[in-house]
């Protein structure tokens, strides 16, 4: 048991224990002033003593949760420094600004140097003692008065001076002052990254009060920014260096991009070759600089040595070319850029003039895009013209692009079947490729087919895209649209057979693409219509032979090639009833060809892989000639009627009876309805029910001989052929007496299907009598939620969901048996 001392006693036991925690606590205590005078110094709290324990370095966990932890020493130290460097700050510019004035030139000038040599000696002397981030701090106060005492002596010295100039000067003078300065306190980071940013001002602040042009800032710049490579590249502090590379590239930047300007705006060869030599000296200094820079840099240099190269010389002959045709010239420079690869420049430097090729070939094709994009999407405005004659404009007017500037886009095919070319090229000798660019070129597998398949594509585009800049007619722009759909399929099934495959997927969609821009061309007229779709379905076809017969090729391709020949069939038979004169109802059966001749396709191709979506296919035309139907129910009830006797073609075999057979009853039914319909009768039992009667007979018969039969198979047509027709002249009749009637007849069969266990019974009288009674109840149930309050129905809502959310498993459960029952029957 468990001993529990009197109160007394245990008093006197917490007393003792409490009284030897104050000692232990006392002496904790005086270790850690002891420790905190010796570290004083340092700056840093102790974080642990020389014996086992650990000193606490906060507050004890409360019953409220963990106190948040104490600032330390050092961040404390830092705020109250930035704090006080600003104060100082701010007090020297009020000072400078307001008090400057009521003093004489002596006391200025006491104040002036006590102060900055105040703060200039300060740093020296805190560094002796350890105090690195109070030297920083005063370091920057320094730097600050400094600035402060060239702003003085101007404005009392010498205020007629040009302001640029006096300002280069300061800055020249400033930044030798913060190196010598930085270079003496090697421990303090600020002078030194100071001394960066102000060399970046004289040169450009002389230049503008010389009054010199764009060049001559741009040059200013470029030398400010081979100052900073040099200060990158050679500087020891950490500071100087990353500041130096900061400030070379916007200075770089900046005059390489004053200098491109310029060229890009030359009224002539002539006078785009100052703009181009400025490049090439900023190219120079570049590469200069990527040979003692490390990897990354160095080929970050070697890009942008290509870019200004490709620049200058590309500027002074895109200057003397027809307008449209400056493109070309910068690519051609981008092109034997590349021959400069093998220079001895390092491989890094060497890799970035290679990516400035690829980037200059890569805006190149960019620039190209826009006729081609205007060519593409153009035929599709011939949906809204069809067989509206030849466009007068030939091929321009065909696509709907005769506002666009076409003599300013005449280089756009040159563009891309040239870089077309190179691709292709690159591609077939991908190892001489490899062998002559050496160890600069580290492609990985997967290049070579980005190669090849950026090579089809821009093939496509340029010779797609050469009818509407040559200005030629209709039918050659037809033509060459059918051409390259035949010569991109051509090429697809070559590359399976060469093994590649990205290059084949690659050739396949925009042969795709084509053929659809062809076909949607072809509109125009009525005989390219059928030239046009007739060519695309046999070459469809034909790539569907050829890749089925292909090894390596995909199922999915197979499939895809054969449906599409399915759906270029459509157009023609759609435009036969055209040709004939036709309406679009009195057409639709002629749609049914397309269905009918892919049923008998089917079953020649039992078992192929393409034979369900072939099918598939057909149906889609078959709903596609039930909807042109539409328009009249004449026609309507004869597309049906047609498509119910191919579903039961098509239910003879095997493998289709189950789907065929449903569709095909459910076809002749609706064939049936409709032509009540058109004979005007308003009484669909006296030609449904002898229908019926029969056919629950047969299912009678049926279930007899074979109990296994489902109820859906002996009674599902029967009562359906009935039922439905009943149904909708129920909802539509004004009367009682056959809403009643059916009413009755679906409780009784609703009945029989759950007495007997038939599914059949039970779903399509339940669902009927469901049906009935909603239409019965219809206008009373609208006459109480007129009367009742607006806010009853969102009440009732709610209510009804917390019901159900409540019961939420237990609807679930009873849903499953409700689903389980009607599965256990026949």
């Not at 701090?137 to 600035?147: G, Q, T």
């Not at 049923?599 to 039992?606: C, F, I, T, V, Y």
């Not at 049936?672 to 029910?689: I, N, Q």
Request: charged share 10%.
């Amino acid at each position: 048991m468990e001993y529990v001392p009197p109160p007394a006693e245990e008093l006197a036991i917490l007393d003792r224990e409490l009284a030897r925690l104050d000692a232990r606590r006392s002496q904790l205590l005086i270790r850690r002033a002891w420790l905190v005078r010796v570290l004083g110094t340092a700056g840093a709290a102790p974080a642990a003593g020389p014996g086992p324990w650990t000193a606490p370095t906060g507050r004890s966990a409360g019953a409220f949760g963990r106190p948040a932890p104490a600032a330390t020493a050092r961040s404390a130290q830092n705020v109250l420094l930035v704090l006080g460097g600003l104060l100082l700050t701010v007090a020297a510019l009020a000072f400078t600004l307001v008090s400057w004035g009521e003093m004489g030139i002596g006391g200025r000038s006491a104040v002036l140097t006590a102060i900055t040599a105040g703060a200039l000696v300060a740093p020296a002397v805190l560094l002796r003692r350890g105090l690195s981030a109070t030297a920083e701090a005063l370091a920057a106060l320094a730097s600050v008065l400094m600035v402060l005492d060239a702003y003085a002596v101007y404005w009392v010295a010498v205020p007629d001076a040009d302001g640029a100039a006096y300002t280069a000067g300061a800055a020249t003078v400033l930044a030798a002052l913060w190196t010598a300065y930085g270079l003496l306190l090697d421990r303090l980071r600020f002078p030194l990254a100071l001394a960066v940013s102000a060399v970046q001002l004289p040169l450009v602040l002389w230049t503008w009060a010389a009054g010199g042009g764009p060049l001559w800032f741009s040059g200013a710049l470029l030398v400010t920014a081979a100052l900073d490579g040099v200060v990158a590249l050679r500087a020891g502090r950490a500071s100087a260096r990353v500041t130096a590379c900061v400030a070379l590239c916007v200075t770089g930047g900046a005059g390489l991009l004053v200098a491109l300007v310029e060229s890009l705006t030359a009224a002539g060869p002539v006078g785009a070759v100052a703009p181009g030599a400025v490049l090439l000296a900023g190219a120079a200094l570049a590469l200069a600089g990527a040979r003692s820079a490390p990897a990354p840099f160095a080929g970050a240099g070697g890009m942008v040595a290509g870019l200004a190269t490709v620049a200058a010389v590309g500027g002074v002959a895109a200057a003397g070319v027809p307008e449209g045709w400056q493109v070309l010239m910068y690519l051609l420079c981008a092109g034997a850029l590349l021959t400069a690869v093998q220079a001895p420049l390092g491989v890094a430097a060497a890799r970035g003039l290679g990516w400035a090729s690829a980037v200059v070939t890569a805006g190149a094709v960019l620039m190209s895009l826009p006729p081609v994009a205007v060519v593409a999407a153009g035929p599709v405005s011939r949906l809204g013209a069809v067989w509206s004659g030849v466009p007068r404009g030939g091929a321009r007017a065909a696509g709907g692009a005769t506002d666009l500037p076409w003599d300013g886009t005449a280089a756009a095919p040159v563009v891309m079947l040239l870089v077309a070319w190179v691709l292709g090229a690159a591609y077939r000798w991908w190892e001489g490729v490899l062998r002559w660019a050496g160890p600069v070129a580290v492609p990985g597998p997967a290049w070579r087919g980005a190669a090849g398949s950026a090579g089809v594509v821009l093939s496509w585009a340029g010779l797609m895209v050469l009818p509407a800049v040559l200005d030629l007619s209709f039918a050659a722009a037809l033509a060459v649209q059918l051409a390259l759909a035949v010569a991109a399929f051509g090429v697809a099934v070559g590359a399976l057979r060469g093994g590649a495959r990205g290059v084949a997927l690659t050739a396949g969609v925009v042969g795709a693409g084509g053929a659809a821009g062809a076909g949607l061309l072809s509109l125009a007229t009525e005989a390219a219509t059928y030239t046009a779709f007739g060519l695309l379905v046999a070459v469809f076809v034909a790539l569907a032979v050829a890749l089925d017969r292909q090894e390596g090729a995909s199922p999915a391709a197979v499939r895809a090639s054969a449906c599409a020949a399915v759906v270029g069939a459509v157009v023609p038979m759609a435009a036969l009833g055209a040709s004939l004169g036709l309406a679009a109802y009195e057409a639709a059966p002629l749609l049914l060809a397309v269905p009918a001749v892919t049923a008998l396709l089917g079953a020649r191709l039992k078992g192929h892989p393409a034979a369900l979506p072939v099918e598939v296919t057909g149906a889609a035309a078959g709903a596609v000639a039930v909807a042109t139907a539409a328009g009249d129910a004449r026609f309507l009830a004869l597309v049906l009627a047609l498509c119910g006797v191919l579903a039961a073609g098509t239910a003879l075999r095997p493998e289709r009876r189950p789907l065929a057979g449903y569709l095909a009853t459910g076809l002749f039914v609706l064939a049936a309805w409709v032509r009540l319909m058109v004979a005007g009768v308003s009484a669909p039992e006296a030609y449904t029910l002898p229908v019926t009667v029969p056919a629950l007979v047969v299912g009678v018969l049926r279930r007899r001989r074979d109990p296994s039969a489902s109820s859906w198979t002996a009674y599902g047509a029967g009562l359906t052929v009935t039922l439905v027709p009943s149904l909708g002249a129920a909802w539509v009749d004004p009367h009682w007496t056959r809403p009643l009637l059916l009413g009755v007849a679906a409780l009784v069969i609703t009945l029989a299907g759950a007495r007997l266990r038939l599914q059949a019974l039970l779903v399509l009288g339940g669902g009927v009598l469901a049906l009935d009674a909603l239409h019965e109840l219809t206008p009373y149930v609208v006459q109480v939620a007129g009367a009742l309050p607006r806010w009853v129905a969102p009440a009732l809502a709610g209510v009804l969901l917390l019901a159900v959310g409540a019961t939420y498993e237990k609807r679930l459960r009873d849903a499953r048996r409700v689903k389980e029952a009607l599965g256990r029957m026949r």
